[in-house]
């Protein structure tokens, strides 16, 4: 429970894209290794929540389409979002 709680709560913060998806990555293996398997969608849902503010538009963007990307669609779209945020 406490796993879970984690994920839902972590936050991006200061830390860079590649590091946060690690962070939501190790966090969703614990979880499968305890039998508490987090299916992509809801990965997705999570990480998109702990971006902040400075992703606010790309989240919105991803929350309108059609589909949403996979895990790691979204992580190759919010690596591009990072460079534009970081870069201005």
Known sequence: MQLKQELHNLQKNKMNISDYSKKVKNLTYALAFIGALVDDENLVVVTLNGLGK???????????????????????????????????
């Open 54 to 88: 400075d992703y606010s538009q790309f989240c919105t963007s991803i929350a309108v389409r059609e589909t949403f990307p996979n895990f790691q669609d979204l992580i190759t779209l919010v690596i591009s979002e990072e460079m534009r945020v970081v870069g201005t």
